[in-house]
C-alpha cells in the first residue's frame, strides 16, 4: 500500500487503491407514519393494554394455570416445616386459643352466645380468608416483579391465584370446624347447604379487595405496610370474637349497623348463621318483642345462665335449647343468651344476604375493572 497521501478506496480483498472516497446510502424511511406501518402488517404494541372483554377471556384461557400455580404454592408453602401442611390448621386453632382465652373468659365476651368455642372459630377462620387474600394482594405484585418482566400474562392471574391459595386453606380449616360443632351440639341442617354462596360471595369480595390493593401496593410500597394495621383494627370491630348486638347501650343502633353491615362481619355472621341453630334461633327479633326479656338480657353480666322466677318462657319443643332448661320450684334457670331473641331486631338475615351479595359483586367487578386499567404499568419503572 503506497502512502501518495490521498485518501484510498477499498477495490478488492488487501488492496487498497487511490480514488473516490466510499459513502454509505442513507437510510431509508418509510413514507409513511410508524403507527400505520405497523398497523398494516400486523404488528401489535408489546404489553399493550387489551381490551376489558379479551383480558376476561384471557384469564379464562390460562384458568388451570392459576389454579395450578395456587395449589403448588399452597404445597410448597410449609414444606420447610415438621408439621407440614397442618400448619394450615394449626395456626388459626392457636389463635382462637388465644382470643378464648382474652375474650371468652378474661373479659366475658361470650355473654349471649351458646356454644362459643365454635362460634369463635368459625369467625377466626372466615375473617383469616379475607384477612391474607388482602395482605398477600397488597404484597403479589413487588414480590413477582421479575416474573411480570419476564413473561407477558394477564397480571391479573397473580392476585387471583393467591386468593385461590387463602380458599384452600379456609377450606381446610372447614375440614375442623364442622366436627367442632358437631360435638358443640350443633346439628346437622339444611342451612349447613348456605355455606356454598356465602362462601362464594366471600371469594367474589376478596378477588375484588385483592386486586385494588395490587395496583396500589405495586405502585405504593406503604400500601403494604398500612394495610395490616387496618385490618387488625377491622379484626376487632367485625364480631370475631363477640356478638354485635351484645354491645353495651351506650352504642346507638346506627353504630351497631355499621358494625354488623362491613363487609368480614356480614360473611362471619351468614357463616353463623348457616352452621349454627343456636345462633339462627337466638339472634334479635327472632321472638315476639318482650320489654322484660329484652331488659334483663341487657342487665345480666354474671354469667351463663339465667334464673327467671314465677316467669316461664314458652318451650320451643323439637330443639336440644330447650332441653337445657331446668325449672325448680317456681323457678326457670335458662341459658341467658335466648333472652336476646325477644329484644328487636337491629340487623335481620336479609339485611345479611343483600350486604353480602352487594360488597362480592360490587367489589368484584370494581376490582377487576380498576386493576385492568393499568395493565400495560405494571413490572414497568
Not at 397488597?138 to 397473580?158: D, E, G, H, K, T
Amino acid at each position: 500500500m503506497e502512502n501518495s497521501g490521498r485518501r484510498g478506496q477499498l477495490s478488492a480483498p488487501g488492496r487498497l487503491e487511490s480514488g473516490a472516497v466510499v459513502v454509505p446510502e442513507a437510510p431509508r424511511v418509510p413514507d409513511q407514519p410508524l403507527g400505520e406501518l405497523a398497523a398494516q402488517h400486523g404488528l401489535k404494541l408489546s404489553g399493550a393494554r387489551p381490551s376489558l372483554s379479551a383480558y376476561l377471556a384471557m384469564l379464562w384461557q390460562r384458568r388451570h394455570f392459576i389454579i395450578g400455580y395456587a395449589t403448588a404454592r399452597n404445597v410448597s408453602m410449609y414444606t420447610e416445616a415438621k408439621l407440614g401442611q397442618l400448619w394450615q390448621v394449626l395456626t388459626p386453632l392457636l389463635n382462637a386459643g388465644v382470643y378464648y382465652l382474652i375474650f371468652g373468659i378474661l373479659f366475658e365476651a361470650s355473654r349471649g352466645v351458646q356454644h362459643y368455642p365454635a362460634f369463635l372459630l368459625a369467625g377466626v377462620f372466615v375473617f383469616a380468608f379475607t384477612e391474607r387474600s388482602i395482605v398477600t394482594g397488597s404484597n403479589v405484585m413487588r414480590a413477582n416483579l421479575q416474573l411480570i418482566r419476564a413473561l407477558y400474562f394477564p397480571r391479573a392471574a397473580l392476585p387471583l391465584a393467591y386468593v385461590i391459595v387463602e380458599l384452600q386453606q379456609m377450606l381446610v380449616g372447614f375440614i375442623v370446624l364442622i366436627p367442632v360443632m358437631l360435638v358443640s351440639g350443633e346439628p346437622l341442617t339444611v342451612y349447613w347447604f348456605l355455606l356454598l354462596p356465602v362462601v362464594l360471595l366471600q371469594t367474589a369480595f376478596n378477588i375484588g379487595a385483592a386486586l385494588i390493593v395490587a395496583r396500589l401496593g405495586g405502585s405504593l410500597a406503604d400500601v403494604s405496610e398500612l394495610i395490616p394495621f387496618i385490618l387488625r383494627i377491622t379484626r376487632y370491630f367485625c364480631g370475631v370474637m363477640y356478638m354485635v348486638t351484645t354491645l353495651p347501650a351506650a352504642v346507638p343502633n346506627w353504630g351497631i349497623k355499621l358494625l354488623s353491615l362491613n363487609p368480614p362481619a356480614v360473611y362471619i355472621s351468614l357463616v353463623r348463621v348457616a352452621l349454627m341453630t343456636t345462633y339462627r334461633q337466638n339472634s334479635p327479633g327472632n321472638q315476639p318483642y318482650s320489654a322484660a326479656y329484652c331488659s334483663l338480657f341487657h342487665k345480666d353480666t354474671g354469667g351463663s345462665s339465667v334464673v327467671l322466677g314465677g316467669r316461664y318462657l314458652p318451650l320451643r319443643t323439637g330443639t336440644k335449647v330447650v332441653d337445657g332448661y331446668t325449672v325448680i320450684g317456681h323457678h326457670q334457670v335458662v341459658p341467658n343468651a335466648i333472652l336476646q331473641a325477644y329484644c328487636h331486631a337491629v340487623i335481620t338475615n336479609n339485611d345479611l344476604w343483600l350486604a353480602a351479595v352487594g360488597w362480592g359483586l360490587g367489589f368484584f367487578v370494581l376490582g377487576v375493572i380498576f386493576f385492568w386499567q393499568a395493565e400495560s404499568k405494571y413490572g414497568r419503572g
